[in-house]
Each structure stands twice: as structure tokens, then as C-alpha cells.
């Protein structure tokens, strides 16, 4: 003889309401809530419409898998949690409206098993241990309190930052620059960011600094991780350099060498970019020429600002707010090979700029500029 039903979950059952994390997976905010208020997770989908079943034997990995959620099963979740829909579509990326469009009921799916699609782990300092944000294809990013870098390569890992201050003084110029030009500002930083891990790749440029910092973050045994994170403050430097060279190559006496000349007092050792040292400079350059200072559209500078540089910059426009978010033009992905082993662009056959490395899907030929 069976027992009888359980009564099913009301916002008495969940009094604890965890704090909203911008960014957070919903996979991480329900494992957080369920835990908070001493639930089981599959109890709790249950109450969302789903089937608690339908987990993981080993049950729900945030960092592994998220659950898409249909727009009926957010209303009962709002309920539940005494929020507003929108405030939590408004925080939970899987929850907005084109996610929940696309929803067939509520199921866990893993997460794609490609760079950049992985979730971060979140800051425990300033967010909560535990949770996962979206990466939404960044891989990385320096949390806003300048005290940890989150990765979500690996299955995911933080950086504690906090023996290293340069890194964090690296923030606060970046931070400045970004509040100086708006989305441009972070969008060279990602170019330039490109660069320097060009550069630690080949051990160029910076690589006894780096090495150093690698040692001090003790990550001497994994600086393929570190490396994203002890190439910041030359990132921020050359990002700088190049924004002088986006105010002055639209004007008739822009010289690229001469350019390049001052990069390399800005941050090579010897002062001197070599030869082989400035590849990624020249792919930059190719994409960022010079040209004629037409007025670019926008209604505001910061819009007129973003229009000017190349298209690839523009994959989608950064809405997203923090370090490391507006797309570079340098489409080569670190990890991979500098050439491109995955494929080739059947439209230009890797001769394009945004297809040396791997193809890209908004591909112009080989006979066009991107921008």
C-alpha cells in the first residue's frame, strides 16, 4: 500500500531566497535554493513540472549541465522564490525570452563540449562558493573585486590574484579605459589580450615576467591556465597603444612602423619588436588600416567609437557588462594551433582574415575586407 501524495512545494516550503547573481546559470541558482532550504533538487523540478528523474545518475552538476526551463515552469519558479519573472530573466541568462522560446518542457542538457561554453566558476569572495555563471564563449574574466580570475576551461577554476597587486592595478586601468571610450575600450583590450598570449605561446616578449608571476601564483605546474591571467598588465598597455593608433590612423600621416616602433619601447625587453615577434601586430594592423576620417554613424562618441572598428568586433554588440567581453577581430583561439587544424573556410579557404585560424560563419571571401 502506497503512501500518499506529497503535498506539493509552496514559497513556505523555500523561506530562504539566496541572493540573485547576474549571470548565473539556472542549473546553479535552483541548486542553490533547493540547498539553502534543505531540499532535494529533484523535488524542486518536480515542483517546476518536470521529472526529478530525468537527472544525472549521479545528479545535477552545475558546472556540467543547465537546465532549460519553459516559460510556465519560470512563472511557478517566480512564485516559489516570492521574485518578480522579470528580475529573474533579467539575471539568469537561460531564462530570457528567446531561451524560453526555444524550451520543450523542462529538461538538463550538458553543456556543449567546445571552448567557450563551458560555465565560470563564480567568485566565492564576492558572489557565493558554489555558483556558476554563463560564459556565453568567454573563457575568462577577472572578477570585478580584483581579487580572483574565473576560467571555466578545465572544468572550471579560479585564480587567486591576490599575492600579484599588478594584476589588479591592470584592472583598474582597464576599467579606465572602458569608462573612457565605452565598449571600444574592452574590445582592443581583447585584441590585445590575443596578442600577448600569442606571445606566451611562442615564449616571446614578456616570458620571464610572466614565468615569474606564473611561480608567485604558484602555478608553475599549470601555466597553460595561468597564462591568461600573468599577461594582463601588458594587455592593458598595448590596449592603451592601441587606441592611439585608432586616433591616428584615420589621419594622412599614419605610419604602422612607426607604430610598432613605440609598442616595442612600450613593452619588449629590448625595446624592440623582432620580426617574429610582431605576426600578431601586423594581423591587427591589416584589420585596423588606415582610411579616411569619415564621420562614423552613432548618436553618441561611444557609439561612433564602436562603428569605426572592423566588423569581426561586432559578433554580437557587447551588452554584456565587465572585463574581457566585447569580441577581438584576432579570431585565432588560444589552445589551438596558430594555423588551423579544425577546418577550412569554404568561401575564402583560410585566406580571409577572420579565417586564418579556424572558419568563420560570416565569412566575406577572400577577395574583401571585413571592415
Known sequence: ???????????????????????ETTASYLTRTATANGLPTPALLDALGGDGGALPE??????????????????????????????LARALPSLTAEQLAGAEGLHVEPWPDELGAAPLPACPLCMEPGAWLTANGHRWHPCGCGRRWMAGDDGGYLVDTGRL???????????????RLG???DALTSDAHQV???????GQIGAQVWREREDALGLGRHRRRAAPVVVYPE??????????????????????????AEV????????????????PLDYWLELHRPESAGRAPGGTTSERRWNRLPEL???????????????????????LPLTSTTGVCPQCNGRAPSCRWVPYPGCTGPGRRTR
Open 1 to 23: 500500500m502506497t503512501g500518499p501524495e506529497p503535498a506539493p512545494l509552496t514559497a513556505e516550503d523555500l523561506p530562504i531566497r539566496v541572493p540573485l547573481i547576474h549571470g
Open 58 to 87: 549521479d545528479g545535477l552538476t552545475p558546472q556540467r549541465e543547465e537546465i532549460r526551463l519553459p516559460a510556465e515552469a519560470l512563472a511557478r519558479l517566480a512564485l516559489l522564490v516570492d521574485r518578480d519573472a522579470d528580475q
Open 165 to 179: 597587486p599588478d594584476l589588479s592595478r591592470a584592472l583598474l586601468r582597464h576599467r579606465a579605459l572602458v569608462h
Open 183 to 185: 565598449p571600444t575600450g
Open 196 to 202: 600577448m598570449l600569442w606571445w606566451w605561446v611562442n
Open 235 to 260: 594587455t592593458v598597455t598595448l590596449a592603451e597603444a592601441m587606441w592611439t593608433w585608432e586616433e591616428r590612423r584615420r589621419k594622412s600621416a599614419a605610419d604602422p612602423e612607426k607604430w610598432i
Open 264 to 279: 616595442g619601447r612600450l613593452i619588449a625587453p629590448t625595446g624592440v619588436v623582432s620580426r617574429r615577434e610582431r605576426a
Open 313 to 335: 568586433h561586432h559578433r554580437p554588440h557587447p551588452e554584456e557588462h565587465g572585463p574581457l567581453r566585447a569580441p577581438s577581430c584576432l579570431m585565432w583561439v588560444y589552445g
